[in-house]
């Protein structure tokens, strides 16, 4: 079996953030760090060398295929800001309210913070950590 590539690294995820070049992606991401820090009360840790997740858990797939991923966590990438906020389809109607998005499975995809609902994203933040909770390790 091939070794994963997510998992955490010894990075401060606060060097990470302060060398994004895009300055309005650099301030989106120390915001959403804050947010995430105090909303699951789990400090910032390195996935990778570009996600800033905070906790972690195990997952399985019925393929059998299974690893750890941050519970949830973002990455600021140069095309738009990436979410790992899970795929729970309960979100649907709060993804309504949330503002300009995209979506794929398991990811929101943000062009900048200020085209979306912060509360509305702080208690989908909150309610995915704590759906992942059970899988928790």
Sequence with gaps: MAELKTKPVDLPASD?????????RRADGQTLCAMMERVTGEPATM???????FGSYHYVYDSGHEGDMC??????RASALVLYLGGFPEF?????QLGKHKRSKSCLYLNRLADVDMA???DITRRTFALTAAAAP
Excluded: Q, T
């Design 120 to 122: 509305v994203l702080e």
């Design 16 to 24: 990470f953030l302060a060398g994004v070049p895009n300055p309005v």
């Design 71 to 76: 519970r949830v966590g973002f990455s600021p």
């Design 47 to 53: 996935w990778r060398s570009s996600i800033v997740g």
């Design 92 to 96: 649907d109607e709060m993804l309504v």
